[in-house]
Each structure stands twice: as C-alpha cells, then as structure tokens.
C-alpha cells in the first residue's frame, strides 16, 4: 500500500506536461531540474546505504539517463568510487542529457560500455538510470542483457530513478524484461503504472520526489487516484440503538451448483460478518438442507427453477450473483431470471461467463472479474487484460455499464462516472479459492446496508484487502484461507466506526 504518498496518479504524458509546467512557471532550467531529481536521489542512496562505497550508474537515453550521470557525478563528489555503465554512448545523448553525461567527464568521470563479464555483486549499490518512463516497446538485445544482469542481485541494493526500466509507466505490463528494485524514487508526480499491474515484483519500496511540483499538479487532471479508507469511514456510522435487522438490508445470493457449495456460503457468511440483516441464498438443491448447517443464520433455499428462484429473492433489496453458479445450464438458466430482478446486483465468477455470453449494459450492477474473466468479458485473453489493465477495466465498464472492479495486484475500479481508481493494499495470500466469493459478498452487503455503488465496491476493495494485509502481517502470506478473512473483516467495519 501507500505510505505518506500522493493518491494522484499519472501517465507518462502527463508528467511530461508537468516538467513543462514546472519549468515554465518556476523559472527553473530544465538541467536544474535534473539536478534536483538527482540530488534527491542521491540523498535517498546515502540515507539509505550509508556503507556503500562502490556504486555502478547504469545510464541509458534521455532524462532518465542524464538523471543517472548527474547522480555519479554527486557520488563521486562525495568521494565515493562510481563506474558508469553507458548502455548508449554518451556523445549521442541530446539536450539536458548530453549536459550532464558531458559534466561527468569535465569532472574526471569514466563511462564504460556494458559487457557483463564483471560479477554484479562487485558493486555495493546498482542505479537504474536505463529507460524512463518513455519506454513503449519491448526492451531488446543488449539492453536486455543489462537488466538481467543487474537482476542477478535479486533486488538487492537497486535503486530505479523515476520508474525501473522495462516497467511501462502507463499500465504496469512488464516490456520484455524489467529491473528488479529494492527502491524506486519517483520524480514530479507518481505514475500509474507503478500501482498496478507487475509494478509491485519490480518497484520495490517507493519513494516520491515532487521537485516542487506540488504547485502545478493542479493544473492537470490526473489519470488515476489511490484509495483511501479514511475517505469511506463516515458509511461506517454507529447504529441507533432502535436499529432492527430490517434497516440492515435484504442480500439476495445465487450459485453454489453442484461441487461448488463453498463459494456460496463464503459469499453468504461474509455478508453477515460485513453487517447485512438478512441474507438469502438460492442454491443447488443436492445440498441446500446441509448448506446452513455451520452457518445457520442464511436463509437457504434449493431451486431449479425460475419460479422457485423469484420466491427465494422475496423481499431481497441487493441480489449477488455467481459464486460457485457454474456454466452448466442450471447455472445459465436460473442467471437469466436473476438477472432480470428489479435490484441493484454485484456479478461475479460464472454470472460473468453468462453475461458475457448475453451481453447488456446496465449502470446498476457492480462487476468484479479478475483477468481471465476480464478477458471472456472483452473477448480476449488474460494476457493482453494484463498488458494494459487501466484499459480493459475501462472498456468493460464502457461495454456493460455499472462499477467494474478488476482484480489482482493494484485493483482497479472503473465507474461510470469515468473515474478510475486503484487499490494499493493486499497482498499475494489472497491467490487463493474463495478470496472473490468473500470480496462479492462483502460489497453486496455494503450495497444493502445503503452505500451507493461506487462507494460500496470502492469501502469493501479497501476492507477486504486490509484484512488480508493483517493477516500476512500476523501469520505470512502462504495459508491464509479465505474464511480466516472473516474475524478481521467484522473487526474493520466497527473499527472504523465514526460518528455520523
């Protein structure tokens, strides 16, 4: 997650008009410029790895590499042994670029071509001063050969000025190969892709720079914002004591075909433990009379029908479809009559097959795919979901309507107000079954007790990740279950609780 950074995100574009800005309005060259994103580098390194004596500045094109050259030339100030590895000879640098690569050798500096025979522990501190944030393309031949190099140390004692190299700063997707950083400074304005997608393999910790920035920021929209939790807090009111189930809202859950009985009740408990008053669930009939056994505060019913179907939503305020549903015709028909109800609804895991299958755009509806299902959704494959996540978590929302949620690493949500928002929590224990049947219930239930539904998707993303984030934190991240969400998750609703 985020700690005291900006929650403004933007593309790569849009940092390049910021430096414009800056430029113009403080009346700062653009070399002094440089020299500031250096010298916070710089300070960054020495705070960091005080002991460090030996430091090797990969310097490639552009700003990124008179970045790197302007940080040798401090090091070596400081006195401290710098090699310079110059992946572009330096004479054909231009501009601010070429200024600094040219200051480096008036002060005595050495620029070395890249050969990989020396060991890439020979070093005490690795700079990545490669490629930038205007890398559009696949990193190739010796380039590549550079990062995997500097890899060789595992992300030890790396640090990526601006953004790693090989990392796209607009979506997150991994451009052939890309450097593995224990820090990344990032300069004027934080980059969306250093928030979603791959981002968090490579990034390591972040750091921001803003170079005084923070006056001209406003004047560009920025293409993303992080969440944070302390913006959802006043949905979390203490209730009156008066309050009756009744006021809590009504959750309507349909799926758990045969086999896949537990993504249902996961659904289901974490609609009671998030606070919904009453929750119904329509299920597969071979085991609804075992269904509520552990857990028997759900309303469970066994349908096989349409009519069956609309008398189990009875009076249901929210409907949750899809854990567990399954693909097979029970599943098809009974997702075409629950999609039809008058309700606000959250779609998830095979509702979304069926949607897919039978397309519709309604704006009262939350769709939560991961990429695979992202993908069937856009007619495309999980990879090219993953490649540019911003974009599919966009066009879903444009093809089919409501809030879209996008799953994995650096969540996303799309609204139809166009916003785009990020989820910087989690972690990789929740890469297990059931995670997305917890997350669906969570946000129905938030939905049923009032929330709008950018609020409620935005309020649980938040919830369901810290939970999972104090979990890890407490126990690791191999063996969380989904189910073990559940003690945190009650705890956070009421935790956050203010007055209203």
């Known amino acids: 997650m ?3 950074l900006p929650s403004q995100l933007y593309t790569a574009e849009q940092v390049h008009e910021l430096d414009r800005q800056l430029i113009e309005q403080s009346a700062i060259s653009a ?4 020299k500031k994103a250096a010298e916070a580098a710089w300070q960054e390194c020495r705070q960091r790895w005080p002991e460090a004596k030996t430091f090797n500045v990969f310097c490639g094109v552009g700003n ?7 940080l040798a030339t401090l090091a070596r100030q400081a006195g401290l042994e710098v090699r310079v590895t110059a992946l572009a000879d330096p004479a054909s640098l231009v501009a601010e670029a070429k200024q600094a690569a040219d200051d480096w050798h008036a002060a005595g500096g050495i620029s070395e071509p890249f050969d990989g025979s020396r060991s890439p522990d020979s070093d005490d501190v690795i700079v990545d001063a490669l490629l930038g944030t205007g890398l559009n393309r696949n990193v190739e031949g010796l380039w590549r050969q550079a990062i995997c190099w500097i890899n060789e140390r595992h992300g030890q004692q790396v640090l990526a000025l601006d953004i790693p190299s090989g990392l796209c700063a607009n979506t997150g997707a991994v451009l052939g190969d890309a450097v593995r950083a224990s820090v990344t400074v990032s300069f004027v304005a934080l980059k969306l892709g250093l928030s979603t997608g791959y981002a968090a393999d490579f990034r390591g910790e972040l750091v921001f720079a803003d170079l005084g920035a923070a006056s001209v920021t406003a004047e560009v929209e920025p293409e993303a914002s992080c969440l944070d939790i302390n913006d959802f807090r ?3 009111a203490p209730r009156r004591p008066s309050n009756h189930k009744g006021m809590h809202g009504h959750l ?3 799926g758990g075909f045969q086999g896949y009985s537990g993504a249902i009740l996961l659904a289901g408990e974490a609609a009671l433990r998030s606070g919904t008053g009453l929750v119904s669930v329509a299920t597969w009939p071979g085991h609804a009379n075992q269904l509520n ?6 309303m469970v019913r066994g349908v096989l029908d349409e009519e069956e179907l609309l008398e189990s939503a009875g009076r249901a305020t929210v409907a949750a479809l899809g854990p567990g549903l399954g693909r097979e015709e029970w599943g098809k028909q009974l997702y075409q009559a629950a999609a039809e109800l008058d309700l606000p609804k959250v779609i998830d895991a095979d509702a979304l097959y069926h949607l897919a299958e039978q397309p519709t755009h309604e704006d009262r509806r939350v769709l939560t795919p991961h990429p695979g299902e992202a993908a069937k959704l856009l007619g495309t494959t999980s990879l090219e979901v993953q490649k540019n996540r911003p974009k599919a978590v966009r066009e879903i929302q444009k093809r089919y309507g409501g809030v879209v949620l996008l799953k994995g690493s650096g969540t996303l949500i799309a609204t139809p107000q166009g916003e785009l928002l990020v989820c910087t929590d989690g972690n ?3 890469a297990v079954g059931g995670m997305g049947d917890v997350l669906t219930g969570l946000i129905a239930s938030l939905i049923a007790q009032g929330l709008p539904l950018r609020d409620a998707t935005c309020l649980g993303a938040l919830i369901h990740a810290q939970s999972a984030d104090r979990l890890a934190q407490a126990y690791g991240t191999r063996g969380i279950l989904a189910g073990d969400l559940f003690p945190v998750l009650r705890q956070m609703v009421n935790e956050h609780q203010v007055e209203a």
């Open 31 to 34: 070399y002094d410029l440089m």
């Open 428 to 430: 990789p224990g929740m």
């Open 2 to 4: 985020w700690t005291s």
């Open 234 to 236: 006043h949905w979390l």
């Open 64 to 70: 990124n590499a008179g970045d790197g050259y302007v």
């Open 293 to 298: 056994l552990g857990r028997p505060e759900l």
């Open 252 to 254: 309507f859950l349909l």
